[in-house]
C-alpha cells in the first residue's frame, strides 16, 4: 500500500493557517504599499508576530493605505508609543486565573483558553502579551479544568476562547466537549472565534456534526469589525454553522480609522443580519500597550451609537460595551441626560 505523505492529511483551513504571511516585507508586496505609505515598522512586528492568512488577505484592497481590513493586522510605529492608561494586562486576567487555561471572573461561567495560537494577529488584541505558555491545556491541565467545573453546580456555561479555540483540531474539540456534556450542571458552549471569518473553510463538516450532535446548547460568536470581511465564503461558513443548530452572533470593537462612523457601523449590522447573525456587542478599546492609535473616547463611542440607534432598529443595535475589572457584569454604555 502506497504511504500517504503528512502534507496530505492536513484539511484546507490548517494548510491556510500554516502558510498564513508573517513577513513584513511580504505583506507590503502583496497589498502594492510601501513601508512609508503605512508607517510599516519591523520592530512592532518584534514585539507581536505578524500573522495574516491569504483567505483574509484576498479581502484587502491592494494599494490602499487606509483600507480598513489592512490597519486591523499592519504593524505600525504607533504601537511603539507608551501611554499613561495602558498595560499588558488591561482587564487583570492575571487574578481571574485560578488554574491553568481558565479564567473566572462572572457568575455561572468560565472560560477556557484552548489555544494560544490565533489564525490572524490583530493589532488591537488585548491579550497580546498573555502569558499562553503558563496557560496551555494539557491532559493534567484538562483535569483540573474538569474538577473545577465539577466542584461548582453555579456553573452553566463555558465558553472556549483563546487564541482562537477554532485552531485546535476537530478530533480534540469533540473530546473535549464530549467531557463538558459529562457535568450535569452544564447547559450552554459559547465559541469565541474569528477563524471562521479569517480562514472560512475552518468551519468543516467535522466541526459542524460534533457541534450538532452535542447535547449543549451552543452559540459561536464571531469577530468581524467591518463589512468588507464578509465575503460569499464566510456567509457560506455562517450557514452552515446555523445549519448545524448554532446559534451564531458577533461582536466588534470600535477601532479608530476603520470602523468608528455610523455609516460603517450600519453597513456591518446590515450585512451580519443578511446572513441572520444578529450584532451582540461593541466593545470599546480595552487599552493594552500598542494600541492607543485605536482609540475612541467613550464619549465619542456613545455619540456614535445613539445616532446609530436613530438608523436602525433596536435588534441591529449592538450593545457599547467596556469591560471594567473587577465588575460582575460588562459595563454598557449610555448617553447620560445632560449631555
Known sequence: MNQISPILLETDWQTSLRQSICSLDELLMRVNLSHESVNACPEAAKDFALRVPTPYLNRIEKGNP???????????TYEMERYPGYSNDPLEERDTNPA??????????????????????????????FPYQENQLGNQQWQQVLSYLNNDPSITEVIFSGGDPLATPDKRLK?????????????????????????????????????????????????????????????????????ANVTVLNQAVLLKGINNSVDCLKELSEKLFDYKVL???????????????????????????TLLQAELPGYLVPKLAREIPGRPSKTLLFLKESD
Open 100 to 129: 491553568p487555561g481558565l479564567i473566572h471572573k462572572y457568575k455561572g461561567r468560565v472560560l477556557l483558553v484552548l489555544s494560544g495560537a490565533c489564525a490572524i494577529n490583530c493589532r488591537y488584541c488585548f491579550r497580546r502579551h
Open 279 to 305: 450584532p451582540y456587542y461593541l466593545f470599546v478599546l480595552d487599552r493594552v500597550h500598542g494600541s492607543a492609535h485605536f482609540d475612541v473616547s467613550d464619549n465619542d463611542a456613545i455619540k456614535l451609537i
Open 66 to 76: 487606509q483600507d480598513p481590513l489592512l490597519l486591523q493586522i499592519l504593524p505600525q
Open 175 to 243: 473530546n473535549m466537549i464530549n467531557d463538558l456534556e459529562k457535568v450535569p450542571h452544564i447547559k450552554r458552549l459559547r465559541i469565541h472565534s474569528r477563524l471562521p471569518v479569517v480562514i472560512p473553510q475552518r468551519v468543516t463538516d467535522d466541526l459542524c456534526e460534533i457541534l450538532k450532535s452535542s447535547r449543549l446548547k451552543i452559540a459561536c460568536v464571531l469577530h468581524i469589525n467591518h463589512a468588507n470581511e464578509i465575503d460569499c465564503q464566510v456567509a457560506d461558513g455562517i450557514a452552515k454553522l446555523q445549519h
